[in-house]
């Protein structure tokens, strides 16, 4: 099984390209998503988030208190110390799925995730790929996306590792600064070539 990791600056187009790889058979797993069910789901996670944030992460009903988390990590700059609770479960079901879909004869195996390069290269991929935009290009396509505000998107941006960083951890570049058709032909052609595929 081949195993790929996908990252990229927020806005640069990495969860539209691993959807077409999605289409075409990979596995993908969203790394974002997959945190944020392991912060309700997982046992292990429950308890150190309310022993560090205070049992107000979880309404009565057991759901993620997601406004107050934010205040709490976010507003209060504790983004690492949930970080470094959330990380390693995400981290451990990663290696599950690994397991699993080496057994089920998965040819592509893809891990989305911004933070992917955030301790240099990760062990054990294949190929990392990297989706690059023009900044004003990103911001645009996220705000046309979510309705969140460009000051918004450019105080992200800020808090994510540069261009250069993503840049020199990758196997493979796509550049994303021309039309939707454009990216997924190039998400194409970057499948075929991942997986040797004609
Ligand atoms: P995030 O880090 O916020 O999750 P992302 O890197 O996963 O972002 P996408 O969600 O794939 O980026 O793309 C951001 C938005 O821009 C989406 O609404 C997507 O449809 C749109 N988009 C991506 N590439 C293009 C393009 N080349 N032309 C027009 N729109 C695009």
Redesign the pocket.
């Known amino acids: 099984m081949i195993i790929a990791g996908i990252t990229?600056?927020?806005?640069?187009?990495?969860?539209?390209?691993?959807?077409v790889w999605e289409k075409l058979g990979a596995r993908v797993m969203y790394a974002?998503d997959i945190a944020k069910q392991l912060m309700v789901s997982e046992e292990s996670v429950r308890t150190q988030l309310k022993k560090v944030f205070g049992d107000g992460v979880y309404l009565p009903d057991g759901s993620l208190n997601k406004p107050y988390l934010a205040e709490e990590a976010f507003q209060k700059g504790r983004v690492e110390e949930l970080n470094s609770i959330v990380h390693p479960a995400v981290y451990r079901y990663g290696e599950r799925l690994i397991e699993q879909e080496k057994a089920r004869g998965t040819a592509l195996f893809v891990k989305?995730a911004?933070l992917l390069l955030k301790n240099g290269r990760p062990d054990g991929f294949d190929f990392i790929v990297v989706?690059e935009?023009d900044e004003a290009?990103?911001i645009s396509?996220?705000t046309?996306?979510?309705g969140s505000k460009p000051a918004e998107v450019k105080e992200r941006m800020a808090k994510q590792q540069s261009r250069d960083v993503f840049r020199k951890h990758a196997d493979i570049v796509i550049a994303?600064?021309?039309?939707?058709r454009?990216?997924e032909e190039k998400a194409e052609a970057t499948f075929r070539l991942m997986t040797g595929e004609q």
């Not at 994303?176 to 939707?180: E, S, V």
């Open positions: 990229g600056g927020i806005g640069s187009g990495k969860t539209t390209v691993a959807r974002d989305e911004a989706c935009a290009l990103r396509r996220v046309g996306r979510d994303n600064n021309g039309t939707l454009e990216l």
